[in-house]
């Protein structure tokens, strides 16, 4: 595994792979890396030539107050998977920002919605970096995981918007045996908070079920039904909702293709965490009988 430091010779190499008919995977991390990550490199290694990784904490996507300056990191350890993983190229971008920084990338509406209401310039922050990621490593194929579905439906609608040439691959959230959906930030969790962490799916899982069998049709009654069954816990839900899969817009009844997005506050860690959801459609309109009632 090369590790490379500027993105001109990320580019040389990406470019000399290519030349010789190699397709490129690329797999974007701020590092502190667990089987989540881990699994979206074994897949870009099962469809690609050469894969690329990024390991790279990026100042913009944090708001002041955060936790930039405490959010874990372990390079020596990360550096091991990468290497156990077969990643080929290892890009650890120095000075990325450099001084007169001054472009942003924006995706319109979508950022608007869950996390982005709480988190102002959060996704810009995310758009903008892997913009310049994907001009530094040129992949066929950006390789993201389905427990940031927000972001991965913003880099999606980027992508597509900018004529990007890379097919955007999403793939299933990883989690532990007890549902936890992996994140680098479960490390923030005390082991009694560890112990409370997995009601948290269960709660998506079982309102997702309520909404699939017509029990739950409301986008306010999805909210308070992930509410209810987290009370009594030490989380502090920051929201839920239903919205449609494709564009993540407000849909009220509840039909059709969803996803069941959710944050909690868990101590000093902020858990996000989402179900897919097929709700049933509307039942049609029966004709009239000669009395006069739908049948």
Not at 120 to 137: I, N
Not at 144 to 159: E, F, N, S
Not at 224 to 235: D, I
Request: proline share 6%; charged share 25%.
């Amino acid at each position: 595994m090369r590790i490379l430091r500027t993105a001109s010779n990320l580019n040389q190499a990406v470019r000399r792979a290519r030349a010789g008919g190699a397709r490129i995977g690329f797999v974007p991390t701020m590092g502190y890396l667990h089987d989540g990550h881990l699994a979206l490199v074994r897949a870009a290694r099962e469809e690609c030539d050469l894969v690329v990784a990024s390991i790279f904490v990026n100042p913009l996507q944090f708001a002041a107050g955060e936790d930039l300056a405490k959010y874990p990191r372990d390079l020596p350890r990360d550096h091991r998977l990468l290497r156990k993983a077969d990643v080929d190229l290892l890009f650890e971008p120095e000075n990325f920002y450099p001084e007169g920084f001054a472009t942003r990338v924006s995706v319109e509406r979508l950022g608007e919605r869950l996390c982005g209401r709480y988190r102002p310039g959060h996704f810009v922050g995310v758009s903008t970096v892997v913009t310049k990621l994907l001009a530094a490593a040129e992949p066929d194929r950006l390789y993201l995981g389905r427990k940031d579905y927000q972001q991965a439906m913003i880099l999606t609608r980027m992508v597509a918007d900018l004529n990007l040439p890379v097919r955007v691959v999403i793939c299933p959230t990883v989690r532990e045996a007890d549902g936890l959906a992996m994140s680098s930030r479960n490390v923030y969790l005390t082991p009694e908070e560890r112990a409370w962490a997995p009601n948290f799916y269960r709660a998506l899982r079982a309102t997702a079920l309520l909404i699939e069998s017509g029990e739950v049709r409301g986008a306010g009654e999805a909210t308070a039904e992930v509410e209810r069954r987290l009370l009594g816990s030490p989380m502090r839900l920051q929201y839920a909702e239903a919205l449609t899969a494709d564009d993540l817009a407000p849909i009220d009844p509840l039909t059709g293709d969803l996803v069941l997005a959710a944050a909690v506050f868990l101590g000093k860690a902020r858990l996000i965490d989402n179900v897919a959801v097929r709700a049933p459609r509307p039942p049609r309109p029966g004709k009239k009988n000669d009395r006069g009632r739908r049948v």
